[in-house]
Antibody, heavy 119, light 106 residues
Framework: EVQLVQSGAEVKKPGESLKISCRGS????????IAWVRQMPGKGLEWMGS????????RYNPSFQGHVTVSADKSISTAFLQWNSLKASDTAIYYC????????????WGQGTPVTVSS | SYELTQPLSVSVALGQTARITCGGD??????VHWYQQKPGQAPVLVIY???NRPSGIPERFSGSNSGNTATLTISRAQAGDEADYYC?????????FGTGTKVTVL
């Protein structure tokens, strides 16, 4: 069974850095893309970017490029989403999800990582 | 940038049919996927490439896509279908999600 298990909830201050993770199991991690999706409180879904762990090909939503970094370590079947300097507006739930190729649907999702940024 | 517009809310009587629209410029030329999200849970794929159901999704869920509108149809609505629904499409180099529709079963 395919599973994506995300790291736990985080509480941070503005300006701090953060790296959250998404570990895959049950299928070939390097044969699929991993996407990151933001959901701000009471709002809809926003695609942030995707990575293909097999060769580290990365696609970013222009709206998020430069503010977050997507990476992966295929040796531990884990993808990461990183911020160097958090803002209060980064408060959201972040989901990882799997897709088979660019433009394909997100067929498996992680449980979500809540991130709260507050002074 | 490409936009997908959904109604804020749709109400349906128990056992009746709900239709959720997703409007976008020439969306009929794109592959549209649909997700169901219940409170406090991650989204679940319910329709992919316009009209295909993943394993485990009831036949009551169906989809269509033509012109400037894609539609998710929920037949014989059940209380358990209450959720937010999002459409999704790929445009040039970006995944776009619809604005989301809250479905209430009366």
């Amino acid at each position: 069974e395919v599973q994506l298990v995300q790291s736990g909830a985080e509480v941070k201050k503005p300006g701090e850095s953060l790296k959250i993770s998404c570990r895959g199991s049950g299928d070939s991690f390097t044969g699929y893309w991993i996407a990151w999706v933001r959901q701000m409180p009471g709002k809809g879904l926003e695609w942030m970017g995707s990575i293909f762990p097999g060769d580290s090909d990365i696609r970013y939503n222009p709206s998020f490029q430069g503010h977050v970094t997507v990476s992966a370590d295929k040796s531990i079947s884990t993808a990461f989403l990183q911020w160097n300097s958090l803002k209060a507006s980064d408060t959201a739930i972040y989901y990882c999800a799997r897709h088979q190729r660019v433009s394909a649907p997100f067929d498996y999702w992680g449980q979500g990582t809540p991130v709260t940024v507050s002074s | 940038s490409y936009e997908l517009t959904q109604p804020l809310s749709v109400s349906v009587a128990l056992g009746q049919t709900a239709r959720i629209t997703c409007g976008g410029d020439n969306i009929g030329h794109k592959n549209v996927h649909w997700y169901q999200q219940k409170p406090g849970q991650a989204p679940v794929l319910v329709i992919y490439r316009d009209r295909n159901r993943p394993s485990g999704i009831p036949e009551r869920f169906s989809g269509s896509n033509s012109g400037n509108t894609a539609t998710l149809t929920i037949s014989r609505a059940q209380a358990g279908d209450e959720a937010d629904y999002y459409c999704q499409a790929w445009d040039i180099r970006t995944y776009v999600f619809g604005t989301g529709t809250k479905v209430t079963v009366l």
